[in-house]
Each structure stands twice: as structure tokens, then as C-alpha cells.
């Protein structure tokens, strides 16, 4: 099974915070051996008050909050835009629930879909998808239901607050049984994912991202194997 990287997080306006680590002797090691389980939340959103801020310095006639033109589970999507490229009419998106967008947004393609308003208009629809969007997916904010989290799955889809378990350190004197975990768990066809952040406070962290439904049952595995190397090294140095 073969890993892949993921987007680095923590490299644009995203913040990254360490909420928890978790450390484990790694077998065939010393106490100098060993993994950690680091609990990293990341927040992507951007919240009223940053968004007026950059409203505030916007110059161009198209600059601006718009809302959505179509209405869904009685809400309308509220955005920020910024013309970035005026010969090719290419504007920068905000959003509440994830921040700046990568993609450029061509003009016409946004006069299709959004309707220029002032900014007291776009007030509540922005709080509402912001303050919602800490807890609350894409599909049950617009649809009012998602089919994951009724079978009591969790999804993260849209969420501006996420959290993701990385497994960095020994790694690879563990690959074996974080591979049965994952496969056991989430199956056959889950794929290793790694990725590099960088927290608030400076420290880069490079690991493997353990799906969240794999976290408990590889920490019980891992304290098991833990507890018996921590019993062979106290043997050893008696």
C-alpha cells in the first residue's frame, strides 16, 4: 500500500493548532524509539469581521459581497470577491466556511450565479454558513441531511473547524500494523495519505493521516506494543 501526499496544511491562511499527541514505543527500539499520534485541528474559515476588513480596501466597481441567485434549504450563499487580474476579469473568492479560494473565478461565470449586494445584506447569510460550518457539513447545511452522518459517519465536507489524527516519528516500524488497522477498518481500498503542516507556533509536522474511525483501535494497538517493549527495556537496563 503505497501513500500519497495530500496539500501541505498551514501554508496559506489556514491555522493549525496541536490539540493532543500521543506517544508509543515502537518494537526493536530503545525509549529513544518511538511514534507519536498528534490530534491537529485545523481552521480554514473566515469570519465577518476579517472579511470587512478586506471589504473595506476593495477599489474595484465589481469588488464586493454578493449573494447567491438560487436558494437552498432556505439559505443563500454569501461571498466576497476581489478582481486580481482586470484584463481577464478574473476575481479572487472568499467564503465563510473555507476562507480564500484557490480557484480564480472568471466574471461572467459569477454575474451567472450571484448578485452583487451591500455589505449589510451579506451579513446574516455569512454568519449563518460561518457559525454553522464549525459543526455542520455541506450536505446538511444545504440539503438539511447527509446520508454519512445519519449512519453516524462523520463528514467533513465544507466544515470550516476539522481534525486530523497524524501518525508521524518511526513510522515505518509500525507500517504493518497501521496497514491492518486501516484495512480491517475502513478496507481494503483506503489509501495511505501523508502530509506536511506547519502549526501556529512554528513546528512542521510530517506523518500519516489516520482516518478518524481508525484512531481508537490503532492507539489500542499501539499501547499494547508499547507496553511490552517498555517491559523489555526495564528488563534490559536492571
Known sequence: MLPFLVPDLGSGDEKVRKSDVKKFLT???STSGHVE????SVERGMSWEE???IWAELTGPDDGFYLSLQIRNNK??????KEVNPKKKLFLVYRPNTGKQLKLEIYADLKKKYKKVVSDDALVHWLDQYNSSADTCTHAYWRGNCKKASLGLVCEIGLRCRTYYVLCGSVLSVWTKVEGVLASVSGTNVKMQIVRLRTEDGQRIVGLIIP???VSPLVNLLSTSDQSQQQVWDWFVK
Open 51 to 53: 472579511a470587512t476588513k
Open 76 to 81: 443563500k450563499t454569501a461571498i466576497l470577491v
Open 37 to 40: 499520534l498528534y490530534t491537529i
Open 212 to 214: 478518524a474511525n481508525c
Open 27 to 29: 518494537p526493536g527500539y
